[in-house]
């Protein structure tokens, strides 16, 4: 079984160093003060960028406290989505592969996968339901 793996892994190490590109690095006429420079201006757009969506939220809410909840409830539900497809495929291996041969890892992959389901469930309605009760009933 230790062999098969280790053979396994020197194979898919052996495919990707034939697939890769080399590329060589030379120095051109762009400067590295440019680079900073420029990588600092973006990082400062990104973060004016997300003030402006945070205050445009607690616009929308009317208070800070709701509009930093919504805020939050909104990143975690585009966050959830591409984790819960890593946590999904990670628990599909689980039951489907190795679960073949070991039971309890099948069960356990079949739990994991409920899990992951749930919790992106959950995590995409959230914010939904929050902007309901808060929005709907506080008026």
């Not at 590329?23 to 973006?42: G, M, P, R, Y």
């Not at 205050?55 to 406290?65: E, F, L, V």
């Not at 919504?70 to 999904?88: E, K």
């Not at 599909?92 to 992959?109: A, N, Q, S, T």
Request: proline share 1%; glycine share 8%.
């Amino acid at each position: 079984m230790k062999k098969k793996i280790a053979t396994i892994i020197i194979l898919v190490i052996l495919v990707l160093g034939i697939c890769s590109i080399s590329i060589f690095a030379s120095n051109t006429s762009v400067n590295t003060v440019d680079i900073k420079n420029d990588s600092t201006v973006n990082l400062v757009q990104i973060k004016d960028r997300e003030l402006e969506t945070l205050q445009d939220y607690q616009d929308s809410y009317g208070d800070a406290t709701y509009g930093l909840v919504a805020y939050i409830l909104n990143i975690i539900r585009l966050y959830s989505i591409p984790f819960g497809f890593v946590g999904i495929a990670i628990s599909g291996i689980y039951r489907y592969i190795i679960g073949i041969r070991k039971l309890d890892v099948r069960d356990k992959g079949f739990g994991a996968m409920i899990g992951i389901i749930t919790v992106m469930v959950i995590c995409q309605v959230l914010p939904l339901v929050f902007a309901i009760v808060v929005k709907g009933w506080r008026g």
